[in-house]
């Protein structure tokens, strides 16, 4: 009799980087020390109360399934926050989705078949990687370097990844682990290379009004290559909510926005409370995302002061998101952060960040970097770095004299 066996497709599927000390975490709490958690990107900051009270608007009725292709006002909303950045939109343009997260499993469904490839630029946002195992295709890994600012290569250097079985080149605007922003010139360089060699561009644009300098935008703007984007979208982080799941998928290619409709269908539909509780967001977008993004550049600047006093760190000061990689002086920094969970504390308190490993492809990058996310307030940031650089040098005695 054969033995039951899971998939050799989700056994390829990693665990999540960002959630896999949870255990440690209980344990450390248990014992009544506190852990400053600065390794998710969940913010401390309140949604607008609009959300709460469009909530408490819907009516006292069967609560069913939302359209596949979205509720008419939740995406007529979408189209009115888009006209902030100069997009003009039709209904047939937006589907919404659960999450981000839908959004980017759908773009890769409609313009990969198994063994085809992605170019990607790591480190990335590690669950592309587990769509990609899922989905059966390659990510192709151009590695950007913290001491470069993780500026990307010449056009050149990107063409030689490209191959016959070359689908699309994934982008993350404002980027999520390095929170580094594309210039004009980079921009540039990927809309080039994808008209030239027929690529989709997959655009992902999830914390695009969390930019320190300038103004946010999108790389629909681009023309020239629109029928060739797919963006990808989320209320998550702009508004504060990332518990409301609602995200979507915008293209002006109709044969994309053909194909990721079956596959809406085939999901069902998104959130139905959520998507009518984001509409006065998505109606008045700047009143909230400008305050959060005064905000987040607060905390940037508490943690950037603080890495910049301990010896042997090396970052590159973001400038959009609210997340940063660090390099520290360790091998492996997922030892570190077992050691701090484990066997560091300091007045009761400790941290957890999370290792970088995982936000790579190429198998030994990573070792010995962390990305932060700047989710607290400035005064627990500070104490967070207080306690990085006590718990990194307590580290490091330690290893010596074993």
């Not at 990107?41 to 709460?52: A, L, Q, R, T, V």
């Not at 469904?109 to 198994?114: A, R």
């Not at 629909?220 to 609602?246: E, H, N, Y």
């Amino acid at each position: 009799m054969n033995k039951l066996r899971i998939s050799q497709r989700v056994s390829q599927v990693i665990h999540s980087p960002i959630r896999k000390f949870l255990p440690l975490v209980l344990k450390a709490e248990a014992k009544g020390i506190e852990v400053l958690k600065i390794n998710v990107g969940d913010p401390d900051i309140e949604p607008s109360p609009k959300f709460w009270q469009a909530l408490k608007k819907f009516p006292p009725q069967n609560l069913g399934y939302a359209p596949s292709p979205g509720i008419a006002e939740h995406t007529r909303a979408w189209q009115k926050y888009y006209t902030h950045f100069g997009l003009k939109l039709k209904p047939e343009n937006i589907i919404p989705t659960v999450g981000c997260a839908e959004a980017m499993l759908f773009s890769l469904l409609v313009t990969t078949d198994p063994g085809d490839e992605i170019i990607v630029f790591e480190p990335l946002y590690s669950s592309y990687k587990g769509f990609a195992a899922v989905c059966n295709i390659k990510l192709v890994p151009i590695t950007l370097r913290v001491d470069s600012g993780f500026a990307l290569p010449n056009e050149q250097t990107i063409a030689k990844k490209i191959t016959s079985r070359t689908k699309a080149i994934v982008v993350v605007n404002p980027n999520n682990p390095t929170g580094t922003i594309l210039t004009s010139r980079e921009i540039t360089r990927l809309i080039n290379l994808a008209v030239k060699h027929h690529l989709f561009i997959i655009t992902d644009e999830t914390y695009r009004e969390i930019i320190f300098k300038g103004r946010p935008g999108s790389l629909l703007q681009i023309t020239r290559a629109r029928q060739q984007m797919i963006l990808v979208d989320s209320a998550s982080k702009r508004f504060s909510c990332p518990g409301a799941r609602i995200g979507c998928l915008v293209s002006y290619n109709p044969a994309i926005m053909a194909a990721a409709l079956k596959l809406a269908m085939v999901r069902l539909s998104a959130p139905t409370l959520e998507q009518y509780g984001l509409i006065p967001l998505l109606n008045n977008p700047r009143a909230f995302t400008r305050t959060i993004t005064r905000e987040y550049k607060k905390r940037r600047g508490a943690v950037i002061k603080g890495l910049r006093q301990i010896p042997g760190v090396t970052c590159y000061q973001p400038q959009g998101a609210f997340y940063l990689i660090a390099k520290l002086p360790v091998k492996n920094t997922e030892d570190f952060i077992t050691f701090l969970l484990t066997s560091f504390q300091d007045k009761k308190q400790t941290i957890l960040v999370t290792p970088a490993e995982d936000f790579y492809i190429t198998e030994g990058l990573g070792r010995n970097e962390i990305r932060i996310a700047y989710v607290l307030d400035t005064k627990k940031l500070t104490r967070a770095m207080i306690l990085l650089k006590k718990g990194l040098a307590e580290y490091q005695t330690r290893r010596q004299s074993s």
